[in-house]
């Protein structure tokens, strides 16, 4: 079975300082993507960055990049120049193809990122 | 785009009634819509997966008698919660994928809050 582990409950970063979170993924699929998600306290779920498995480059979105080790089955979440927004709790998430059609999305447990002025 | 809203925001209802949530699409056709459930502080529980005029599948665990979904058309979406309890009171969160878009992707909308007394 598919799974998804945050081992970091919660995080802490200055203002400006660079944070990484981290994530790993069990899975025997070969084609499936990976999600980072954020959920402010607004609780609303938005998107911050996907990759596909079948892509070697990392993903990046302005000040969020990804580190995906698909070996090690690792995706890690870089968020560079911390803001105050980007306080939030951080899902990292999963889903896969398999037999033609798409499963669902895996989430793990997430990690509360706190953001110091 | 790919904007997902949600209805009502927050609702409070008396033990026994029934309460419905819409999910709608805004700016797209949604192949298909999920409805999460999330638990304070805990990551999203899947709780059924609706296409468009096809019958949800629901999770194991999940009663479909309790919980009634119709996906009418393919922007509309709506979650039941028939002769809500106190233990139905939660934060439900439904997502769609788009079609024609990257169907992998799901979009969330900001959720509803459920209190029954």
């Known amino acids: 079975a598919q799974t998804v582990t945050q081992s970091q409950p919660e995080m802490s970063v200055q203002e400006a300082e660079t944070v990484t979170l981290s994530c790993t993924y069990d899975?025997?699929?070969?084609?499936?993507?990976l999600f980072w998600y954020k959920q402010p306290p607004s609780r609303q779920m938005i998107l911050v960055i996907r990759?596909?498995?079948?892509?070697?480059q990392n993903a990046t979105e302005n000040r969020f990049s990804v580190n995906f080790q698909k070996a090690a089955k690792s995706f890690s979440l870089k968020i560079s120049d911390s803001q105050l927004g980007d306080a939030a709790m951080y899902f990292c998430?999963?889903?896969?193809?398999?037999?033609?059609?798409?499963?669902?999305?895996?989430f793990g447990k997430g990690t509360k990122l706190s953001v110091k002025p | 785009g790919a904007v997902v809203s949600q209805h009502p925001s927050r609702v409070i209802c008396k033990s026994g009634t029934s309460v419905k949530i819409e999910c709608r699409s805004l700016?797209?056709?949604?192949?298909?819509m999920f409805w999460y459930r999330q638990f304070p502080k805990q990551s999203l529980m899947l709780m059924a997966t609706?296409?468009?005029?096809?019958?949800?599948?629901?999770e194991q665990g999940v009663e479909k008698d309790k919980f009634l979904i119709n996906h009418a058309s393919l922007t509309l979406s709506t979650l039941t919660v028939t002769s809500a309890h106190p233990e139905d009171s939660s934060f439900y969160i439904c997502s769609a994928t788009a079609t024609g878009l990257s169907q992998e992707t799901q979009y969330f909308g900001p959720g509803t809050r459920l209190l029954v007394l």
């Open positions: 990759q596909e498995a079948y892509k070697q």
């Open positions: 700016d797209f056709q949604a192949t298909t």
């Open positions: 609706s296409n468009e005029g096809s019958k949800a599948t629901y």
């Open positions: 998430a999963y889903t896969a193809f398999s037999g033609g059609s798409q499963g669902n999305l895996i």
């Open positions: 899975t025997s699929e070969s084609d499936y993507y």
